[in-house]
Nanobody, 123 residues
Framework: QVTLVESGGGLVQGGGSLRLSCGASGIMISRYVMGWFRQAPGKECDFLANLVWSGGTPYYRESVKARSTISGDPATNTMYLQMNSLKPEDTAVYYC????????????????WGQGTQVTVSS
């Protein structure tokens, strides 16, 4: 059974930073395309970023690229998302996801999802 568990969300003041974590069990993250999504209230779930293993360059949604860093630690089977200069419009539930195929992940239909962690940014 595959489980993805996000943590690190919470309430943060605008301009602040957060580091979200995604712990995986049942899969080895280094063998999957791992990524982050978010869903703001009343909006669709948006793809944010995905890891590229073997020294590749991570892929980011343009709107968060300058403020975000995605990383992963195969030794602990954990993925991270560091977000800086947070804005109220970053308020959303953040999800991690995994799939064997990049296009499926970026297309929003990965095989595996976490339960999400709420991030609220105050103005």
């Amino acid at each position: 059974q595959v489980t993805l568990v996000e943590s690190g969300g919470g309430l943060v003041q605008g301009g602040g930073s957060l580091r979200l974590s995604c712990g995986a069990s049942g899969i080895m993250i280094s063998r999957y395309v791992m990524g982050w999504f978010r869903q703001a209230p009343g909006k669709e779930c948006d793809f944010l970023a995905n890891l590229v293993w073997s020294g590749g360059t991570p892929y980011y949604r343009e709107s968060v690229k300058a403020r975000s860093t995605i990383s992963g630690d195969p030794a602990t089977n954990t993925m991270y998302l560091q977000m800086n200069s947070l804005k109220p419009e970053d308020t959303a539930v953040y999800y991690c996801a995994a799939d064997g195929i990049t296009s499926r992940l970026r297309g929003g239909v990965p095989d595996y999802w976490g339960q999400g962690t709420q991030v609220t940014v105050s103005s």
